[in-house]
């Protein structure tokens, strides 16, 4: 039998949580690309307890998403039928152990991370600078850049199991991190990372490295745009905006979601964009590419909730 939406989230509705709850809550303004519809439930858990006492609480038959800092994430017009949780400020924090690891909110801004770590000594983080999203959310994707990615430096994480709500430490390398791929499961939420601490001599040159990696972003990215970064991952030994160059989408459009023509792998909300159009150009985008070189291009973007046309 289908349970209509208000029966569905009674339970959810009368129960004395810490956090902000909202119901039938517009998603746009939580993601880099600014569109998309409605979330049943939005929730931003106090701390750990209340995140855990809502998920018991949740019917397990209720689809959830975790968003972190939404800079990879599409959510669609139709919106999501289920709960989106967005972890708060009690989760946004990096703390030294001893000389071999730290520990870092999921919560936490990577860029924030990198300026805070080039400060206080710690080498290897610099290529976090030029990535917008939360902790979690480089974990989730082995967020990476220069040559350098999440699981390099990544040890353990603090999971939430929603499946049982078991909280437990879990070790990085029992499971896959490739490129921008990783195999945990999707009821695993992140709630915090450790990684390793390698010390620097100076601040200088972390912070100099720093100021270098955001200067050559600048040139070729659109970084100011309503974008999500990079729209489809590289294929093996092929280079997603070559292939999109290349083939010729360079002026592809669809509304006012355009290809960047600064970075052909990078679509941009220029105004009123909706979720739609930004999926159906990648799809062209996708047809055409694979027309002319035969490589199927694969989303790097996350594309969330019901299909359709609002
Ligand atoms: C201008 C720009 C530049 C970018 N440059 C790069 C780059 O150089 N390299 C790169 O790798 N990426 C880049 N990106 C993409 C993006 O920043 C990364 O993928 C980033 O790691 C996503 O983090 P987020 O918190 O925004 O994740 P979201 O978009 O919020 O979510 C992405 C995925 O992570 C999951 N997730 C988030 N938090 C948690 C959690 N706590 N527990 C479990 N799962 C979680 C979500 O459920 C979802 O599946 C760029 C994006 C932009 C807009």
């Known amino acids: 039998m289908m349970l209509d939406i208000n029966s569905k989230y009674n339970r959810i509705k009368n129960i004395p949580l810490k956090g902000k709850i909202i119901f039938n809550y517009e998603l746009a303004s939580y993601t880099w690309l600014k569109t998309g519809g409605k979330a049943d439930i939005f929730f931003a858990p106090k701390d750990t307890n209340d995140l855990k006492f809502?998920?018991?609480?949740?019917?397990?038959?209720?689809?959830?998403?975790?968003?972190?800092?939404?800079?990879?994430?599409?959510?669609?017009?139709?919106?999501?039928?289920?709960?989106?949780?967005?972890?708060?400020?009690?989760?946004?924090?990096?703390?030294?152990?001893?000389?071999?690891?730290?520990?870092?909110?999921?919560?936490?801004?990577?860029?924030?991370?990198?300026?805070?770590?080039?400060k206080n000594y710690t080498a290897g983080y610099e290529f976090f600078s030029g990535i917008p999203g939360s902790i979690g959310g480089a974990i989730k994707m082995n967020a990476g850049a220069y040559g350098f990615e999440t699981s390099q430096y990544l040890i353990k994480i603090k999971i939430l199991n929603r499946k049982n709500g078991e909280i437990k430490n879990i070790l990085s390398k029992d499971y896959q991190m490739n490129y921008r791929y990783t195999n945990f499961p999707d009821e695993y939420i992140f709630l915090e990372g450790t990684f390793k601490y390698l010390r620097s001599k100076n601040t200088t040159d972390s912070l100099n490295k720093i100021k270098n990696l955001i200067k050559e972003r600048q040139l070729p990215q659109p970084i100011q745009e309503k974008t999500s970064g990079s729209t489809f991952k590289n294929p093996k030994n092929f280079k997603a905006w070559k292939l999109i160059q290349d083939s010729g989408c360079k002026n592809y459009k669809l509304g006012k979601a355009h290809l960047s023509k600064m970075h052909s792998n990078f679509i941009i909300n220029k105004g009123n964009a909706t979720s739609n159009d930004i999926e159906r150009l990648g799809e062209e985008i996708i047809k055409k590419v694979y027309e002319k070189f035969g490589v199927k291009l694969v989303w790097e973007i996350k594309i969330i909730g019901r299909k359709g046309i609002c």
Do not use: H, Q, W
């Open 54 to 118: 809502f998920l018991e609480n949740l019917n397990k038959n209720i689809p959830f998403f975790i968003l972190g800092a939404g800079s990879n994430t599409l959510f669609r017009d139709l919106g999501f039928n289920g709960a989106v949780i967005k972890l708060s400020k009690s989760f946004d924090y990096i703390k030294f152990i001893n000389n071999k690891e730290f520990k870092v909110g999921a919560a936490t801004n990577c860029i924030k991370m990198a300026r805070f770590l080039a």
